[in-house]
């Protein structure tokens, strides 16, 4: 989920190299990571009630189970390709985010201002580069896709749970319980995220994600150097 991210924005990111602009690769992994727990923590707060649900303008124009619904009926029949040409969903994740940091006291959409650092916008200037790769991210010129938006959104909303039919049980796709999860898990999670790094693939030597195993992923020409034997023992 956390990768469909980063490759989702690589326009944005790639654009900003051509104009001189360069990041860390470690600053736009944390900027993902900030991303995809803001998504976790809004999922919970709506499961919790603690958000608006209730509320026709946030759950029409903020809510991210909201947007996902809707983004689910729209990918209906040949909304696919639609949804792969639009572009609204990422800026709404992003008014959401910022709803949710600022707060609002209008009559018609009483938010309380949460603020905190996971949901404060990122900075295009300053020094702190984890804050440049946070605007980037959030930029109205990062041309996420609808497709690409709830493809993320299934990845975090969707899971596999095991059902019983006759003498046998099966794995079958079923939504993720939100309203369940402790705040200690969540916090598992976050930090099970900040385990892993992003890493550049040289040029001319792919990585390889295999479906076998633990699901290694290695490159190609160690790939290429192995028989088939110790790739079977993968």
């Given amino acids: 989920m956390l990768l469909s991210s980063l490759t989702a924005s690589h326009g944005a990111i790639e654009t900003a190299k051509e104009q001189g602009v360069l990041f860390d690769?470690?600053?736009?992994y944390m900027a993902g990571t900030r991303i995809i727990m803001r998504c976790i923590i809004a999922l919970f707060a709506e499961a919790r009630?603690?958000?608006p649900i209730d509320n026709r303008i946030y759950q029409y124009s903020y809510s991210i189970d909201g947007l996902r619904q809707q983004l689910d009926r729209r990918a209906s029949g040949r909304g696919g390709e639609r949804l792969a040409q639009g572009r609204s969903a990422w800026s709404r994740l992003v008014a959401l985010f910022n709803l949710i940091y600022h707060g609002s006291s209008h009559a018609a959409l009483p938010v309380p201002q949460y603020s905190g650092n996971l949901f404060k916008p990122g900075e295009t200037g300053g020094d702190d580069s984890l804050n440049r790769a946070l605007a980037l991210l959030e930029s109205p010129s990062n041309p996420v896709s609808d497709k690409q938006v709830r493809q993320i959104l299934r990845f975090l909303t969707r899971?596999?749970?095991q059902v019983r039919q006759g003498r046998r049980s099966t794995w079958v796709d079923g939504p993720v319980d939100f309203a369940a999860l402790s705040t200690e898990y969540i916090g598992i999670l976050y930090e099970g995220l900040l385990d892993f790094e992003l890493k550049r693939a040289e040029d001319g030597d792919p990585i390889i994600f295999l479906s076998v195993g633990r699901q290694p992923a290695l490159?190609?020409?160690r790939l290429e150097g192995m028989d088939e034997k110790s790739i079977k023992q993968l």
Avoid: Q
């Avoid at 690769?25 to 736009?28: A, Q, R, S």
């Fill in 219 to 221: 490159p190609l020409s």
């Fill in 25 to 28: 690769y470690h600053d736009l």
């Fill in 49 to 51: 009630g603690l958000l």
């Fill in 159 to 161: 899971t596999k749970v």
